[in-house]
């Protein structure tokens, strides 16, 4: 048999010279010092110092750790000074503040969270598609948004509050207009009137005094309190007609419909008895701290409840 050529066998393992015993095994030779160039390991070099070193990680920072979540900022996407807001009430829409109103979106990080509406730093509620926000006329605004269920039996149905908001419109046109695209954008806005029929009745309904106001005269004690009156003859008024139309605008927007009510207030006319109402409520004079006994009852405890669940 033909001896085989050592340059064409292809082994997977080294050759080992049996010659020689007494020589040191090249598998077994983890010798660090490499001074001779034609000793190859088959392994590579291990500094056993380098081990020792390196089994902690010496900068702290840089050990992977779970990140906290961004913090939550304001964005401010609207303010309007001289705003009166008010609780809609059948039996007494009672002021509830007074000052800038503003829109604010809350982020967290580069996501928002939420936007929300707010008047004097004091009274806040939300803003969403699922809530309603309807303009009047160019100085009058209502939102109505549902109240989360309470614990007890007689609070297990969601209840809906209603904010009727005026504003001193006067010099404030181009912010109102800002104003418009603002709620058209993050809740389920629709802009409305109410019969000219309506308004001949009674001068409860009169609101026009907040047209020719403007925001820094409602720094003048009498001008306040002038508009103060009529924010509230005016939206006492209107009440029954808001509450109906809340109230149908929220189980259509659940029910997905996406349709906007119309003609319960502002196709129809304000009865007799709300216009006299209106006028009794502007004429007489109630005392600062006794306006809540005037609100209903039932109001008062959605109030409560939705403090409690917003705070």
Known sequence: MASQNP?????????VDDSNPNAPSPLLNLNHNHSSSSQTSLYPTIDYNDLVQNLFVEDASAASSPSAPPEATEEVLLRIPGAILNLVDKDYSVELACGDFSV?????????????ARVADEIQWPLAKDETAVKVDDWHYFFSFRVPKGSDAEEEQEDVLS??????????EGLLKELD?????????????VSEKAKKK???????????LSPKDLKSGKKKEMMEERCAAYWTTLAPNVEDYSGTAARMIAAGSGH???GILW???????????????MKKRITPGSNAAEVSPQTL?????WAISYT
Do not use: H, M
């Open 301 to 305: 405890k959605r109030i409560k409840r």
């Open 260 to 262: 906007v009510v119309k």
């Open 7 to 15: 340059n064409q066998r292809n082994s997977l393992y080294p050759q």
């Open 267 to 281: 196709c129809g006319d304000v009865t007799v008895d709300r216009l006299k109402w209106g006028n009794d409520v």
């Open 202 to 212: 009674g001068e409860a309904l009169d609101g026009s005094v907040a047209k020719e």
């Open 104 to 116: 604010i979106r809350l982020r967290q990080g580069d996501k928002a969270v939420a936007v929300y």
């Open 163 to 172: 904010y009727g908001l005026t504003i001193a419109s006067k010099g404030q």
């Open 181 to 193: 695209a603002v709620l058209e954008s993050c809740s389920c806005f629709s802009v409305q009137k």
